[in-house]
């Protein structure tokens, strides 16, 4: 598909504005802070670490994806465009886009993008001049409002279909909010349809789970991930409520040694393998999602409304698209 068809999708990015982001523009009521719940903590992180504002004068910021050339590829929901974040602080757009949402890259390096306003995963040309649409419904349904996408350990791509930004007055066809996998021949399979509103996720890096976040219950969820793309044991692997504090689960990242880095009230909410918070990050405005970055991918970027942030760390991240040797 190219640009012709944008206009209507800009038209109807501009009237919806997404319960999520919306709760989610707003400051946390926080300083940067970090709080231990684990003397572990500090094994990720270093207690004198400071927070960078790298990005600003966004609209709604969402999906960041790290360059090797130094940029950061960002999400604007606010704007209805995909961005690339230079190291000077600068920003250029790269494509119109009705509220772009979460992104990732495929085994070919390929950038795929969930496109609320389209209701579609796509995936864009290298010279990034247009997009083709991978999949947009499901059994004959127009899909949700695909939210966020991750490369699996079998190439594969894994998606996110809640409601969150569902255009008002669109109808939604799908009568579940489901999680996807879409093979590398374009197959659509339905994975996981349980959840209320089902919205980040990621793989362990062993490639042995696969973890979902619902927003709607404030939960995350861990399935065991098998070899032919299934899922089973859903079981519940952490709460995120906290009484007067802004913020849900939404994006989620992992590191190499497994811990899971999940957006929630505050901030930043970090997990052991094992389910057990181990400390959180604290931040001034409420992020809606995060990746791993730098040389030596131990910087995490952080999307948070109107800004983006870095924040050096001890740990060091996994990234399933980076580099073929690390899918196991």
């Known amino acids: 598909m190219n640009r012709s068809g944008l206009v209507r999708t800009l038209l109807a990015g501009a009237l919806a504005l ?20 684990s003397a572990s903590f500090w094994n990720l992180i270093a207690k004198d670490t400071e927070l960078k504002v790298i990005g600003k004068d966004f609209g709604f910021t969402e999906g960041p994806v790290w360059e090797p050339a130094g940029t950061l590829l960002v999400s604007d929901e606010g704007k209805n465009e995909l961005c690339r974040l230079f190291p000077d602080g600068h920003h250029e757009t790269v494509m119109k886009l009705g509220d772009p949402d979460g992104n990732t890259r495929d085994g070919k390096q ?3 993008v969930t496109a609320s306003v389209l209701r579609a995963l796509i995936r864009l040309a290298p010279d990034e001049s247009r997009y083709d649409v991978l999949a947009d419904r499901y059994q004959g349904m127009r899909l949700n409002s695909p939210n966020d ?8 791509l894994y998606f996110t279909d809640p409601t969150l930004d569902l255009v008002k007055g669109e109808k939604q066809e799908t009568p579940f ?6 093979d590398r021949h374009g197959k659509l399979s339905l994975l996981i349809r349980d959840l209320v509103q089902p919205n980040g996720l990621a793989f362990s890096p062993d490639g042995k789970f696969l973890y979902v976040d619902d927003t709607d219950r404030r939960t995350v969820w861990r399935y065991r991930f098998h070899h032919n793309g299934s ?12 009484d007067g504090e802004r913020g849900v689960p939404d994006g989620m990242k992992v590191d190499r040694k497994g811990n899971l880095y999940v957006t929630g009230p505050g901030g930043i909410w970090v997990w052991n393998p094992d389910g057990k918070r181990v400390g ?6 409420v992020p809606a999602n995060l990746t791993w970055g730098g040389k030596d991918r131990s910087t995490l970027f952080i999307t948070a409304g109107h800004f983006v942030y870095s924040l050096n760390m001890k740990a060091i ?4 698209y980076s580099d073929p040797k690390e899918r196991k």
């Open 280 to 285: 959180r990050i604290l931040l001034p405005s």
């Open 110 to 112: 390929r950038l795929i």
């Open 177 to 182: 909010q489901g999680v996807y996998r879409l």
């Open 317 to 320: 991240g996994y990234l399933p």
């Open 231 to 242: 899922v089973s044991d859903g079981a519940l692997f952490a709460e995120e409520k906290s």
């Open 18 to 37: 997404a319960s999520c982001a919306d709760a989610q523009q707003r400051t946390s009521g926080h300083e940067f802070a970090l709080k231990e719940d």
């Open 149 to 156: 996408v991750t490369l699996g350990p079998d190439g594969a």
